[in-house]
């Protein structure tokens, strides 16, 4: 077992965990945060792409995902908390926003001499929107969801969740993993590793049920059922979201999206979560709400 990877994960996590559980959503550095890690995220899957040879605008895309990302939050104040009426964003907004930055990347082609670099340059441009900004304006929405005077749960409980499954995923695999998961992909994923995590998780989500008497935030109430079933979930489709950042990378033949030691970029560290984040929100309002 990587000493130093596990390490530095806890360093992380002492910066992360009283980042999300104790600050109150209110706060502007919730939305400095929020940006920070969108802007970085962006910033790395666009240099994926670079060392692809893959055409893409990174300073459009990253503006763009940035406006995009600060209109959530604005959204996400209006709709849960009518106090904040006023320098809120509708839903219309947001998505006119969205629309918006998506036909400035088509009216961009024209102005390449060369159409065919113009169309590889707008569909890479929109794969890093979507595929950083747009996914992670859920954890913004699962941030704000609740109580402003009280911290973001809904998000740090995504994020613990992952995280935990993470670590089962790394412990089961490390020690037990035979039978591989996606060989073609990530050769050293398993599905003994998928298992601990799906282990892992369910125990968190168990002892988060417990210690919240039956709360994923104090908006959201769940029961014994559900923390099951998201405890089931959450490996499964984090998995998808490792093995999708571990495609884009296979495909440009780069290792990590950037360097901290054991752990790749802020990229690699989200990269379960992008997937996670959309799930749970989706989750919420077809079954918690």
């Given at each position: ?62 503006s763009s995902g940035l406006v995009f990302v600060a209109a959530t939050w604005f959204n996400a104040l209006e ?74 749960w809904a998000a740090f409980y995504v994020i613990l969740c992952m995280k935990m499954a993470d670590s089962g ?26 298992a601990g995590g799906v282990v892992f998780c369910v125990v968190v989500n168990i002892a988060w049920w417990i ?79």
């Amino acid at each position: 077992m990587d000493k130093k990877r596990i390490i530095i994960a806890l360093c992380i996590a002492a910066v992360l965990i009283p980042a999300f559980s104790l600050v109150p959503c209110k706060w502007p550095i919730g939305l400095i945060g929020m940006l920070i890690f969108a802007g970085v995220g962006s910033w790395e899957f666009y240099g994926l792409l670079k060392a692809g040879g893959i055409n893409a605008s990174m300073k459009w895309g990253i503006s763009s995902g940035l406006v995009f990302v600060a209109a959530t939050w604005f959204n996400a104040l209006e709709q849960h908390h009518p106090a904040y009426n006023g320098f809120g964003v509708s839903n219309n907004a947001l998505w006119c926003v969205l629309l918006i930055v998506i036909l400035a990347n088509f009216f961009r082609i024209l102005a390449y001499p060369d159409l065919r670099k113009g169309l590889e340059s707008c569909m890479g441009t929109i794969l890093g929107l979507v595929y950083v900004p747009l996914l992670w304006s859920f954890v913004v929405r699962l941030f704000l969801l609740g109580d402003l005077s009280k911290p973001g749960w809904a998000a740090f409980y995504v994020i613990l969740c992952m995280k935990m499954a993470d670590s089962g995923g790394y412990f089961f695999g490390t020690r037990f993993g035979k039978n591989k998961l996606a060989p073609a992909i990530s050769p050293k994923k398993s599905w003994e590793g998928l298992a601990g995590g799906v282990v892992f998780c369910v125990v968190v989500n168990i002892a988060w049920w417990i210690i919240s008497k039956g709360h994923i935030n104090s908006a959201v109430p769940f029961s014994l059922a559900h923390a099951i079933i998201l405890g089931f979930l959450f490996p499964v489709i984090g998995t998808v979201g490792d093995l999708v950042e571990s495609m884009f990378k296979r495909a440009v033949d780069v290792k990590d999206s950037n360097k901290i030691y054991g752990l790749g970029g802020i990229l690699d560290m989200v990269d379960s979560i992008l997937f996670a984040a959309p799930m749970l929100f989706i989750y919420i309002e077809l079954f918690l709400k």
